[in-house]
Structures are given as structure tokens and as C-alpha cells.
């Protein structure tokens, strides 16, 4: 037994299970569960949540967003919120119930640990405390597996993990749009999403300044006011940047991204492991300038994407300076043929993302499971 796990018997009384038990639909000894139906169990509710839905459906499962009758409990970014010990415990404790009305607990990770904790140590010990004593572990990247090793206690034994790759979002947020106001002789970069300090905006701004033949888009809805104000000052100036801080409305994303050549994902790789924003990207025939995470690391042809590595945040900027360079000089001649790049990552996350393929991925995990 792990050392957490020893820490958690001592310091979890029985009567903390008791109190939380009362919130759930199921008791102990009386627990009817369907080995048909899983339930999702999510800490945001996002598109990829929907996502996940079709899939667990297409698989043949039921799909539920509360354990209700559920055999299968499948917990996405459940690490994230935990603000005090107290969080801490009723979230354990929960899963003890759980797994004492014989459901099977599958944790899936996300990331190396949660982007913007408000205390780092506890949701870190969570995130242990989960794949050490969850049924399942399920992972969205082969690099899922190194950043696991950090985090439990059984080193290359993979047994108890499935691979669940994040699914495509291919006509989730409508039809691809074409472009109208390309031009082939300015590069055209977009960031798109929710607006936080690990996603690297300001990297891209660095990286961008002095630049010619290049403009920035930055889109989405910052952190808070004071965020999006630091981004406002940083662009003071920058004729080459247009901001757009706001909520996007779903019906607006395709036309948004037919009017760029490519995605900017400057992730910050201490806690960013696998990337949403990225197919998204790819889904909608747009190509991706980015840190190497495992996301992009999982496309065999790196011909997709344009990856890189930094050393440290000083380095950053440097890094992804050079490889926009290198995409200029490639393309300086016509920007509009990064576009034929995108159609070809459209065609691959086609397939490899597809509905299909992610439900025969939970098929294969439940099977597993048992």
C-alpha cells in the first residue's frame, strides 16, 4: 500500500464517507448497478464533453452526467477546484463510496497536474491518490504515460491504463467556412480560446514583435478583467495585433478560423500535456504552431505541425521566434499554402479522431476493466 494511501485510512473516519453518502442516489447495500451505462463526470461543461457523449453512445453504453445507476464512473479533470484539505477529503471520500457500491472508477488525465490550482500540493496529492487508487486510468497520449510515472507508484506497469484519444471536433461547431480575405503575402496567425496565462499569449507577442508580413489575431475571453487588461497593455501599439477579448459564439468559429492561415498553441509545458485547442485547430483544416505536447506528438507525421521545445520561460519566446521565421521563409512566396497543410491534418484527425475510433478506445477500455 502507497504511502498515501496509508495516509488517507488514517486521516478519512468513517463518519466523513457517511456524511457525503446522503448525496448520492445509491446506498452500499442496496445498489442495483447498470454494467451498461457510464457516467461522465466533469468538472466544466464543454463541447468535448459532448464529444465524449456521441462516443460512449456509439460504443453501445449508456451516458450519464451523474453516477445514478452507473457501474462505470469516468472522472474528467476531477483534480481541478480543490481549494482546501476539506475539498481534499469529500472528494476521496466520494470515491470510497463509490467503489464500496461496486463501481468501477476510471480517472482520466487531462494534464501534468491542474493549470491554475490555488494550491498546487493538494491537487497534486489528489491527482496521486486518484491513479494510485482509481480502477482505470485512461490517458488521451503516449506521453500520458511519462507524466504518469510521476504521479503513482507502480513505474512501466501500464496494465490498468487505456489509451482514449480526444476526439475530433469535426462539424461540432458547424460546416468549415471558406476564406474570403486571405492573403497569400501576410501571414495570418491566430490564438484562439479561452485566454490564461499557462496558454502563452505572451509568448506569442514577444515572438511576433518586428515581424513583417505577419499580423496577430488573439480571440476569446480572458482569465478576469485584470488579464485581459496586462494583454491590452502588452498590445499597446502592435498594429500588427487585433484583440478580441470576449465570449465567441459557436456559430462564429469556423469563419474565424478560415480567415487565418495558422494556430498559435504556445502551451506552457509544465502543466499542459494534451491539447484540445489543438484538434480543434486540425478539425478545421488549420495547421498548429506549438509547443511539442503530447497531442502533437502522437501524429506520426510531423509534416501536420510545426512543433518545438523551449529550456526554460526566458527561452520560450526565443524558440517559437525561430520557428515562425522558419515558416515565413518557407512560405513567404504564398502563405496560402499553409492551407494545403491544413487539409492534410484535416484528413488525419478525419480518421484517427473520429466518433468511431473513440468509441471502439472505450469499447476496448471497459472490456478491459470488466
Avoid at 37 to 55: F, G, N, P, R, T
Avoid at 173 to 181: A, L
Avoid at 264 to 293: E, Q
Wanted: net charge positive; glycine share 6%; proline share 4%.
Amino acid at each position: 500500500m502507497s504511502r498515501i494511501k496509508k495516509i488517507v485510512k488514517l486521516v478519512l473516519p468513517y463518519w466523513i464517507i457517511r456524511r457525503y453518502e446522503k448525496r448520492h442516489e445509491l446506498k452500499p447495500e442496496n445498489a442495483p448497478l447498470n454494467d451498461k451505462k457510464i457516467a461522465v463526470i466533469s468538472a466544466y461543461d464543454v463541447k468535448y464533453v459532448d464529444l465524449l457523449q456521441e462516443a460512449v453512445e456509439r460504443a453501445g453504453y449508456k451516458f450519464s452526467n451523474r453516477a445514478s445507476d452507473a457501474k462505470y464512473v469516468w472522472l474528467h479533470w476531477y483534480e481541478n477546484g480543490v481549494a482546501d484539505y476539506d475539498k481534499f477529503l469529500y472528494k476521496i471520500s466520494v470515491i470510497g463510496l463509490w467503489r464500496r457500491q461496486g463501481r468501477k472508477v476510471i480517472f482520466h488525465i487531462h494534464n501534468k497536474k491542474p493549470h491554475e490550482s490555488k494550491v498546487p500540493s493538494v491537487s497534486h496529492a489528489l491527482m496521486t491518490v486518484l491513479a494510485d487508487s482509481s480502477d482505470h486510468v485512461s490517458i488521451m497520449s503516449t506521453a500520458t504515460k511519462d507524466a504518469l510515472k510521476d504521479i503513482w507508484y507502480y513505474g512501466n506497469d501500464f496494465s490498468q491504463v487505456s489509451k482514449v484519444p480526444h476526439p475530433n471536433y469535426i462539424g461540432a461547431y458547424g460546416s468549415i467556412s471558406k476564406p474570403v480575405s486571405l492573403n497569400k503575402k501576410t501571414l495570418k496567425i491566430l490564438f484562439f480560446g479561452l485566454v490564461r496565462p499557462y496558454k502563452g499569449v505572451e509568448h506569442l507577442l514577444d515572438a511576433t514583435k518586428g515581424l513583417e508580413n505577419l499580423e496577430i489575431s488573439i480571440v476569446g475571453k480572458p482569465l478576469n478583467p485584470e488579464y485581459a487588461r496586462e494583454i491590452r497593455a502588452l498590445c499597446a501599439g502592435r498594429k500588427d495585433v487585433t484583440l478580441r477579448l470576449e465570449h465567441i459564439k459557436d456559430k462564429e468559429v469556423p469563419k474565424i478560423f478560415a480567415e487565418h492561415h495558422i494556430v498559435a498553441l504556445p502551451y506552457n509545458i509544465d502543466s499542459s500535456l494534451n491539447s484540445g485547442a489543438a484538434i480543434l485547430a486540425l478539425s478545421y483544416a488549420r495547421t498548429v504552431v506549438g509547443t511539442n505536447n503530447g497531442t502533437l506528438s502522437d501524429i506520426k507525421n510531423s509534416s501536420l505541425y510545426f512543433g518545438y521545445d523551449y529550456s526554460s520561460e526566458s527561452d520560450h519566446a526565443i524558440q517559437l521566434r525561430k520557428v515562425i521565421k522558419t515558416i515565413q521563409a518557407k512560405y513567404r512566396n504564398d502563405y496560402n499554402k499553409l492551407l494545403d497543410v491544413g487539409d492534410k491534418a484535416l484528413r488525419h484527425v478525419e480518421k484517427e479522431n473520429s466518433i468511431e475510433a473513440i468509441a471502439g478506445s472505450i469499447k476496448d477500455m471497459i472490456r478491459r476493466i470488466g
